[in-house]
């Protein structure tokens, strides 16, 4: 049984589906739920649509806020699901403000340092692994980057060579699109995460939702 004020905060990953409901809705459920009975009074909810800055958490920000001048309680529907959201994380943490999870009703600052911890962990060892499996695709003598002034093409076997250079470029960078992917990320988000990191295509250009997609369908994600 809830007792108290408390502040919503909810997450989706598009500005699609923060205008439909999709995904959106199921975590309000959660929440009311979680609230059912006691002496209780939603002050207000957050919906955070994530845009091409990755860490920019604006809503969370205000939803913060909230907490700290009315001495509400934050709750959220699915900490699990941004267990790999190191922003979300860290600014959790750093907060000062109490804090519930529906789905993780036991859930402590301890709990979300460890999480943070682990979740900035996580992202630098994607890096890293990208990193050293590109660097071993060019000593392997494939060519990462694009097409380069005064290069001669082999016209008859430029379909291929372009397949190839495709695949080991998507081998290298596959396993980390798949996994910021299955951690809810949307194809921009990814697209906008790859080109903050530095990391270029295969043609040496610029990310977008399509080579994100391209990419996934190579590696099966």
């Not at 004020?5 to 699609?16: D, G, N």
Request: charged share 25%; with cysteine; net charge positive.
């Amino acid at each position: 049984m809830s007792n108290g004020r408390f502040v919503a905060y909810y997450r989706v990953s598009t500005a699609r589906q923060g205008r439909s409901g999709l995904g959106l809705e199921a975590q309000r459920e959660a929440v009311r739920v979680f609230l059912n009975g006691g002496n209780w009074t939603l002050l207000a909810e957050h919906t955070e649509i994530e845009s091409g800055k990755v860490d920019s958490r604006p809503e969370l920000a205000k939803a913060l806020t909230a907490c700290r001048l009315t001495g509400a309680t934050l709750v959220i529907a699915k900490l699990d699901r941004l267990s790999r959201d190191a922003a979300f994380l860290l600014n959790l943490e750093k907060a000062g403000v109490e804090f519930t999870a529906a789905d993780m009703p036991n859930a402590n600052r301890l709990t979300v340092r460890l999480m943070a911890v682990i979740a900035q962990e996580e992202r630098e060892m994607i890096a890293k692994r990208t990193k050293d499996a590109l660097a071993a695709a060019k000593a392997r003598g494939v060519k990462l980057g694009g097409f380069r002034a005064g290069a001669r093409v082999d016209h008859r076997q430029g379909t291929e060579a372009l397949q190839k250079r495709a695949e080991a470029f998507a081998a290298g960078v596959g396993p980390m699109i798949v996994e910021m992917r299955q951690a809810g990320s949307s194809l921009r988000q990814i697209a906008a995460d790859l080109t903050a990191r530095g990391i270029r295509t295969s043609r040496d250009g610029a990310w977008s939702a399509d080579a994100v997609r391209q990419v996934l369908l190579r590696a099966g994600g």
